[in-house]
């Protein structure tokens, strides 16, 4: 028996990419992770999250281990919108959909949006796994360059306008995370926000807004697509794997009522009310002002010691983003293969992701490396860029 | 701007359908709840999460709260490895599937194995959150009769070899529920068991079998499927949400390598290390049979009181299936249209689920409804058969 003849259309297309995180190299114990965009250790609020839990049984015994959960889940949801409305996106329940982390949002998403027929537009470089969902349902995608200044949506106008002429199809959807992207850091600027609200009522098409570093700005948080919108255009995808803890797997989706609706079609794995009850615990005992300036401060501090530390070690062919906020800074290595540096950088003791995992056409990645400044303390990233500059002057 | 023009083929297929959960009931406050299929309150073990939890984050701080988790979720995996080899079930670990439940379980298997041009035989009546899933994929089906010895086989073999003969399309995959059935209570016989996997041989389809009850006999553990097949044409789904906590959502597939490899295709949500850890230290604490006989015990008590109540306050007219073990009895209430005696039933103060929402075709299921003996009490269970007695006996 071969399982072959008996796979879905959607595996078979799904098949035709590489199989999902082989991207993942392995990295030694020991070694400094620069690649990991995980949040710091001591950031993560073990205590605060254990605190929770023991109150959280106390108080409701059974409730928020069954299938239908507790009022902690519709607690969950006013904190997420309370948060949401501060920051001028005015969703109401109805409109919100609490997920399994920003992944599971955005493959909802697609699953309601996206099918072989559609055109995707994505960032270049943009979040692998973002795109590795889309790959499951379409193989049609528009590669859209990113500069300091986050997409650049003129070039974008110009392949729309191109695509028209020409009678070629247009996108139905452009996934962007305009604040602090991954992998590059940068931020779209707000002229270029206007400009994609712009092209998305002119040429008719839905933007996914992904969120995820939105509160973890340093100096002014950038408002959203979403809070700009007044077409009901964008579906914005917000996560608290960043910001409290990636392993409780809490993230969201606020749109209309109505695609709120057609995305619950496919939640086929029903609420998780345990670790929403939890959530909703923890952020009822935690101000989120005040957890979100702790990692503001410390992530700041953190991406300072690692700028400096470029500053301090790398030949001057080698140039980088400034971020604003988020986890990472995007390099550009000049002549280098970044793929063939990572084994002589983790033959040092550090570890980077080459930039050929963040584009559909690798080779454009083939010059550029992601460092994470989020997950190791400050000597490790002084320590960590130190070794990198060696291994990239050992290069040339 | 219309939304619909924006939907995949995907979710145009789905809303043909009802509305996901649209079927469940509102249930009063105070209502007796014979309806609902959930673990006894006082059997969930809320002490001992609560005790899991704590050590937990005291033994391994922020590490069950990153993306990837802890070695806590290799344990869970030789867990239930370890649990299903002795029933007969030697499953390997990269040949199994930790899930968010049962219901992700069978979406996974579903986007794997189903589009618009497959085949699906399932039990009538059946689980319909899994038909739901299904019908986001294919609007084919068949559905094979149970009577009180589980799925119908001869009545498979009839329809299979007339589609042959007709040249119709045969199905690709069979869902089948063959222990303690939702919601019939109903097992399928060693006999049936054997024809099945031979049909499938015959006819070249894959089985989902869904075993979410098979820890729960009261006398005798059914062998399985999986555990009598030959051809790895079986999909074993688990979970632990009849026999731990549902709120924690943890389920799995054990299939072959390939088809788990196939599967984490569309598996974005990524692990859920929290709750796979908490679970994998519960399950560490805590040993399986002492749990399983403290459940089977218990369930098997309230069953009892349920059946002795329905013989001391049902009309003759109306019969029922014994069940061997899991939470349901599914009773046969002839004449009457249990859609409407359910409203009749609620102003009383009992609850059940009519039959009809367990069938594709809802007529089959009029004269039909589930009772489910998990949830309630002793007393509850008495009293709540008492009502629905008198309301039968009002019906005629």
Known sequence: MSIDNFYSENIKNALKNDPPGEWMPTIPDNCIRLSSGFPAPDLVPVDSIQEAVVQLLNDEQDLPLH???????DKLKQQIQARLSERGMHISEKALLVTAGACQAIDLIARVFVDGNT?????APTYMEALEVFQNYTNQFISIPIDE???QTKELARVLAEREAQGLPLPKIVYTIPTFQNPTGTTMTDERRKHILELASQYDFLILEDDAYGELYFDKQPVTLKAMDHENRVLYVGSLSKVVAPGLRIG????????ITSLYWFKKDLDHPFAQ?????????????????TL??????RCSVLL??????MPKSVTWYVPEGGYFVWIKVAGADTSILLQQALDQGVSFLPGKYFFLNEQDGKEWLRLSFSYSGLKEIKK???MLGEVIADWF
Request: proline content about 2%; overall charge negative; glycine content about 8%.
């Open 296 to 301: 503001r401060i410390s992530y700041q501090e």
């Open 308 to 313: 400096a530390a470029l500053e301090k070690n």
């Open 67 to 73: 299938y239908l959960g507790t009022p902690k889940m």
């Open 252 to 259: 969201w989706v606020a749109a209309t009522e109505e695609i």
């Open 384 to 386: 960590g860029v130190e």
């Open 277 to 293: 009850a939890i959530m909703a615990t923890y952020l009822g005992n935690n101000n989120f002002d005040n957890r979100f300036n």
């Open 149 to 151: 200044q986050g997409l």
């Open 119 to 123: 055109v995707v537009a994505v960032e």
